[in-house]
């Protein structure tokens, strides 16, 4: 019904590597997920620090260790510089703590999202350079900055790069990518870097931060120290949608349970409260859709400062006061994120169905929301979308993607015409001279063109395996949650029921928007189920079957603290016998 391509994993037909209950359903699973051994496995369902490796594999740890100790011997003057989206914030916010934990007492530089953008600027390094800082780190940010890097290290002041963002490219000819152009930095820590002996490339810019902490203090006797950071880790790298594997894994499963067993963090607490969740039942899930938008509010209305100052204060009436504005920082967010897309929307719908790439361009598009707006572009057409504040003289970009289109890697083809651009191949963000913005949009829809061309642009719904609602116990949801925490790169498993009995259909929601259900497997006497649809309650206006087979998740509704599984329906056709 929402026209999305099914494909369900082939069955797995190999000898069963998990023992106990639930054996079939998890080898399954882990089988669709890449793991085809019982070692592979046990490590996987453990989540421990063996999934973790030796942060002296990162390029230039060493480096930026001595120099950091140096720099805390002598008593220098020490700034982190970071970004201000939620995996900057969090990077930020451990760094400052582990350096202050060393007895070193370093500023901290964010920049403004609207006045100042992404990465590193010059006339803000030089001022901490006349304040008197000799050594600069920064944090999810800083591999772009070529000339930001070059300029400060001329002028007698360190920079030691710690991120995670691709490397630039040097410029080369329209539509072909150059070699990758690394900062002139004292140390640039990046496990993306040509060469870098570190096994796991995927780290967030908090987990970057958090290697380099581990390094620092484990030199110093003090490595266990830490994991008191991990709650902080994983709200950064949930909240940075990378893939939760490897170092991931492990970090945002021991974070959830630092937040969900002892939560220390006051500013936390108040966070949680305000979002309305509940230590002891967050998971990544609850990371992602409350607690990240609320922190990359300020950054996206007023400054990041704010969402920084609430993690790190212990002072309950600051607290107070930053949680209430971080909260209406939130309102606003969404008022002009509603706004904004529907103009975007409408302006799409004009470019035709045919577009492989769509850009949209306004000067009133709020550049703290365009991220955003350009991801609800992708999800609403299936292709790849780009939302530009058009300037008088520059024109800010934000692009997200499909799987398809590497946006990052389309953005490096265009190096040559843009003033600054980063991201990764499904979100990123550019700044480009107005003048030259028609071209970019040739040039962009010419690649997307090239790249997409018979491409099946219908979202795909991926399917883990086929699961007869019939044999739905209470034993299921308790063995996917050995499985946790899902995300990007170990998605919340989806199964498949067919000639499934629609009992009860009815639309719920403000507005109407969602699907509530009864279903119950096709044998008479079958156990009623309570179903969700969410977004789906459009489809009310065609005839629900009275059979369906149905792509679903399994979910726990917690409305008025009562908890109950239900079925969280994603897509449905009439059954096919």
């Given at each position: 019904m929402t026209h999305s391509r099914w494909q369900l994993v082939p069955s797995y037909n190999g000898q069963t590597f998990i023992q106990g209950n639930g054996s079939s359903l998890l080898t399954q699973l882990l089988y669709n997920r890449g793991i085809t051994e019982a070692s592979q496995a046990e490590t996987f369902l453990?989540?421990?620090e063996r999934l973790t490796h030796d942060p002296y594999l990162l390029p230039d740890m060493g480096k930026a260790v001595s120099r950091t100790y140096q720099a805390l011997l002598r008593g220098e003057k020490i700034a982190v510089y970071g970004d201000f989206d939620a995996d900057g914030i969090t990077a930020s916010a451990i760094t400052v703590g582990g350096l202050k934990a060393l007895g070193g007492d370093p500023a901290l530089y964010i920049p403004h999202r609207l006045n100042e953008g992404h990465g590193l600027h010059a006339s803000a390094l030089e001022q901490l350079r006349r304040d008197g800082v000799s050594?600069?780190?920064?944090?999810?940010?800083g591999v772009t900055g070529y000339e930001e890097v070059a300029q400060a290290q001329k002028a007698g002041q360190d920079i030691i790069v710690t991120d995670h963002h691709r490397l630039t490219v040097e410029a080369g000819s329209p539509g072909v990518i150059g070699k990758p152009l690394l900062p002139p930095a004292l140390a640039v820590v990046n496990p993306h870097r040509p060469g870098s002996a570190y096994p796991f490339a995927e780290l967030a810019g908090v987990g970057v931060a958090y290697k380099f902490l581990q390094a620092l203090m484990g030199g110093m006797g003090r490595g266990k120290e830490t994991e008191q950071y991990l709650d902080l880790v994983a709200l950064g790298t949930v909240a940075d949608m990378v893939i939760l594997q490897g170092d991931n894994r492990y970090m945002v499963r021991r974070g959830l349970e630092l937040i969900?067993?002892?939560c220390e963090r006051p500013g936390l607490k108040e966070l949680l409260r305000q979002a309305g969740l509940t230590p002891g039942s967050i998971d990544a899930e609850g990371i992602s859709?409350?607690?990240s938008p609320r922190l990359n509010a300020a950054g996206r209305i007023d400054h990041a400062m704010l969402s920084y100052r609430l993690l790190t204060s212990s002072?309950?009436?600051?607290?107070?006061e930053l949680a209430c504005r971080l909260e209406q920082c939130n309102d606003e967010r969404q008022k002009l994120t509603t706004e904004i897309f529907s103009k975007a929307k409408e302006i799409a719908r004009t470019q035709g169905e045919d577009t492989p790439i769509i850009i949209v361009e306004g000067e009133n598009f709020w550049s703290g929301v365009t991220g955003i707006v350009a991801g609800r572009l992708v999800q609403e057409f299936s292709r790849p979308a780009i939302v530009v504040e058009w300037g008088p003289e520059t024109c800010r970009g934000s692009a997200r993607s499909i799987p398809e289109f590497d946006i990052i890697s389309a953005l490096q083809g265009c190096a040559g015409m843009l003033?600054?651009?980063?991201?990764?191949?499904?979100a990123a963000g550019f700044s480009v001279p107005t003048n030259l913005m028609p071209e970019l949009r040739k040039r962009l829809t010419d690649m997307a063109r090239q790249k997409l061309d018979g491409v099946d642009l219908r979202p795909q719904l991926l399917i883990d395996m086929e699961l007869p609602l019939g044999v739905l116990d209470g034993q299921v949801y308790p063995q996917l949650q050995k499985l946790a925490p899902f995300g990007k790169g170990n998605p919340t498993p989806t199964f498949l029921s067919r000639n499934t009995q629609v009992v009860d259909c009815r639309r719920v929601g403000k507005q109407g928007e969602h699907l509530r259900l009864k279903l119950k497997a096709p044998t008479s006497g079958g156990q009623i189920w309570q179903a969700v649809g969410f977004d789906l309650g459009h489809l009310t206006d065609e005839t629900v079957p009275t059979s369906i087979d149905m792509a679903y998740q399994l979910g726990v509704d917690n409305w008025q603290g009562r908890s109950r599984l239900e079925l969280h329906v994603l897509d449905f056709v009439t059954s096919s016998r």
């Open positions: 453990a989540a421990d050594l600069v780190i920064t944090v999810d940010c969900n067993k002892q859709y409350n607690l002072s309950d009436e600051e607290i107070q003033e600054k651009f980063g991201g990764h191949p499904q």
